[in-house]
């Protein structure tokens, strides 16, 4: 039976005029194939298909230069959150990789409606934070979203910045220095954010905890995760409302359904602190 090509939701095509529509359906369909061709030959995740996950508790500064219309960043407040590190292309550890951070805050605002951001390592300078950057170690660089977030009149990058305290203990390669830094329950990172031309200063930080089952490794994240005043902005980010569903469901169909279902039966098992239980806007799913 012919599979369906998934349902797109209103982020994509919303505010745009039909000639407009019609030149993202296309640019949109051909990126998601691509991708859904990748995710399909490799039987899992199209880009940074391997990775390890971590419990992390967030906490939010509420400082002065957070985007006030966004909730979550501008707000203070603690959360539990879960953070993904990833290597992009899977090169020969020889080889310096594009190292990847998946941050999920769980219960951002309510059950179940979770804020999703994926970064890549970059550099902290003006402009070339919208670049990717190879590393070799998970505190080597910062880690930033490339492309740009809005809230009210604000647009910023969003980034995760290692904390120069952090401790950074030697080891096999990066999963295992990551691992033995975590087990010192000291490991650290910033949640920051950077105007499209400024440098990341930091809204929060990030307590990285005990590292979570391999089972979450499947979780599929979404950079359409977004609410309470903060959105993707920018052409770009109107394609990722068709690859990543696309890539997924062809990741699915090739032998990731029971993976994908067991990761999200297993993110409902990670407790939450009292913290995240108030009420907050709500979204989709």
Known sequence: MMQRTPRLRATAR????????????????????????????????????????????LVIDGVAHAPRA?????????????????????????????????????????????????????????VLHHLFVPA??????????????????????VGVVPHARSPRPAGADEFDRLQRAADTSRLTFGLAVASLSGRFRSVGSLHVDARLPDTLDALRFDPCNCSGGLHLAGAINRLRDYAYPMSQAAWARNGGDAAQRQADAQLQRIPRPPSVSGHAPQRRH
């Open 70 to 126: 966004s909730q979550l960043l501008s707000t203070p407040r603690e959360y539990c959150a879960l953070m993904r590190f990833s290597r992009s292309l899977g090169l020969p550890r020889a080889i310096p990789d594009l190292l990847g951070v998946s941050l999920r805050v769980l219960d951002a605002y309510g059950p179940t409606c979770h804020q999703d951001f994926l970064l890549v390592s970059s550099v902290d300078l003006p």
């Open 14 to 57: 919303q505010g745009l005029r039909r000639p407009a529509r019609i030149a993202l359906n296309a640019a949109g369909y051909g990126v998601g194939a691509v991708l859904a061709g990748l995710a399909a030959a490799r039987g899992a995740k199209a880009v940074h298909p391997h990775g390890v996950s971590y419990r992390a508790r």
């Open 136 to 157: 070799t170690d998970v505190q080597q660089r910062v880690y930033s979203s490339s492309l740009p977030f809005r809230a009210g009149d604000e647009r910023f990058l």
